[in-house]
């Protein structure tokens, strides 16, 4: 109900306003409802609204694979699914130079997620100002729509390194530079700063808990889709006041891209290509991101022994809450894209470190010269994918190939603080898959069908004779493969 007033808000904001004494607003309105959505404005440009509705409805089938005496067979499902509704709002008010989009995503029961809400100022192309909540510029493959794929899902390497949503302030622009063939070469950028809000304060995505036969994942999810770690995740509304995840450091983004052939729209396939064999496009993309927070690394890299189970109570926290190790998180994406009638080729490397620091009394401890503690990782990650439409804009075959890899590094088992060699954040994952699309009217109304298999070695596992440290260690290996039908529709 509340979405539907504000709806009705914004379709009545040119009347409204032309009733404030001294202003006049133009009120006569165009009206249309075209292949995407229902599109409200008034004919001299002054206000105008589009309002679309995608959803996604999955059939999902779910096999999975380990090794090791405890196994994790059976945890296999079929489901129907909405894997997304998202009502998506957008438009400008007085004039083109002041727009605004808001993007809202329904889940069960009766909840609504927001995740894109800016307001923007654009005056030149050279510079936007953005402001509120956005996708942090970082890697090209989640700055794309979920909706603008060739395969249902984004590869995993984007989602072990992608940065999330944040709140914040953002300065970009655009430039031609030269007149290429069929098109102006470009160059964009962006810079932002936004809220330092840490997916998860011990830096675990998903790497499972170790126990007599091996390792338990507890939460499929978060193992195959690398919920967590060292990264910005802000979409939630935080209060105004100290918390451990919204910390004292902010975050800085930036992106440039590079299209020397002219502009390569954000989009992972070549849809609407120009049937011409010398038009041919391609990009190339940079992006940093770098925050600083406080973590526990709690049955990590710093575990209950050095953090909240000191008996003398130096280690533990001071009264304000705020941990004592630092972690400094740098996270660089490079891609490419190409595309030519109706090929696309994507692919991008994801690099990440993270340094730790102790403060306060915790650095009083002499951490350094403890071999069970991590002082950094480096976490990498790959991707390509391929896609070529063999029916021009209707039926597309795509490939992709992703592998994840986590830095390893010893650490202590909670409780008994034995050594464990071997452990990380995350567990290294390969992906291969492939699928066909059928694009009946686009992006607006596409059938998917698409398999994967992915191979992911867990972390710190034991040795054949069950030890963890001192022998040659026995990862368990966890391997899943999915079947998934998807059909999209945007109205």
């Known amino acids: 109900m509340r979405v539907l007033l504000f709806a009705a808000v914004l379709l009545l904001a040119p009347v409204l306003l032309a009733a404030d004494e001294g202003f006049v607003a133009p009120v006569k309105t165009d ?7 229902l599109t409200l404005g008034t004919s001299d440009d002054w206000f105008k609204i589009n309002l679309t509705t995608a959803t996604q409805f999955r059939l999902t089938y779910h096999d999975t694979r380990a090794e090791g005496a ?54 030149e192309d050279y510079f936007n100002l953005t402001v509120g909540q956005m996708r942090v510029p970082a890697t090209w493959e989640y700055l794309v ?48 700063i936004f809220n330092g809000v840490i997916a998860s304060t011990d830096g675990a995505q998903g790497r499972g808990t170790i126990n007599a036969r091996g390792i338990r994942v507890a939460d ?20 105004e006041d100290f918390g451990q995840l919204v910390d004292g450091q902010m975050m800085v983004a930036a992106r440039v891209e590079f299209h020397p052939m002219g502009e390569v729209f954000r989009h992972m396939v070549d849809l609407g290509s120009t049937e011409d064999s010398a038009a041919w496009f391609f990009m190339v993309g940079l992006a940093a991101n770098w925050m600083s927070a406080r973590v526990d690394g709690f049955t990590t890299f710093l575990n ?28 660089i994406t490079a891609d490419g894209h190409f595309r030519w009638i109706g090929l696309s080729v994507n692919w991008a490397l994801h690099y990440r470190t993270v340094n730790f620091s102790a403060t306060g009394r915790l650095a009083q401890q002499n951490l350094a010269q403890d071999t069970a503690l991590a002082k950094g990782v480096t976490d990498r990650g790959a991707t390509i994918d391929v896609g070529y439409f063999i029916l021009h804009d209707q039926l597309l075959i795509a490939a992709r190939f992703s592998v994840v890899d986590f830095d390893e590094f010893k650490s202590r088992q ?3 603080g034995n050594r464990i060699d071997g452990d990380s954040f995350g567990a290294d994952s390969y992906e291969y898959g492939g699928g066909v699309t059928w694009f009946v009217q686009g992006d607006n109304l596409k059938l998917q069908l698409d398999y994967r298999y992915v191979a992911q070695q867990l972390p710190h596992g034991r040795s054949r004779s069950g030890a963890l440290a001192g022998t040659v260690r026995i990862s368990d290996w966890r391997n899943f493969q999915e079947i998934r039908l998807q059909l999209q529709w945007i109205f």
């Open 220 to 239: 499929q999810r978060k193992t195959e889709h690398f919920e967590g770690g060292f990264r910005n995740n802000d979409w939630k509304i935080n209060a």
């Open 304 to 331: 209950a022994i050095y953090y909240s189970n000191n008996t003398a109570g130096t280690t533990s926290a001071p009264a304000s809450g705020r941990k004592r190790a630092d972690a400094q998180i740098l996270h």
């Open 145 to 192: 729509d979920h909706e603008r794929t060739g395969l249902p899902d984004r590869a995993i390497a984007d989602e072990a390194f992608t940065q999330g949503w944040g709140k914040g302030v953002s300065i970009a622009g655009r430039l031609k530079l030269y007149k290429a063939a069929f098109d102006d070469a470009l160059l964009t950028w962006e810079v932002g």
């Open 414 to 416: 909670a409780g008994t």
């Open 31 to 37: 009206t249309s409802l075209g292949e995407k959505g």
């Open 70 to 123: 405890r196994g994790d067979n059976g945890r296999d499902y079929v489901n129907f699914n909405f894997p997304g509704i998202r009502t998506f709002i957008h438009g400008h008010f007085f004039g083109p130079s002041f727009q605004y989009r808001l993007w809202l995503v329904w889940s069960w029961p009766g909840t609504v997620r927001i995740e894109d809400c800016f307001v923007r100022w654009a005056p």
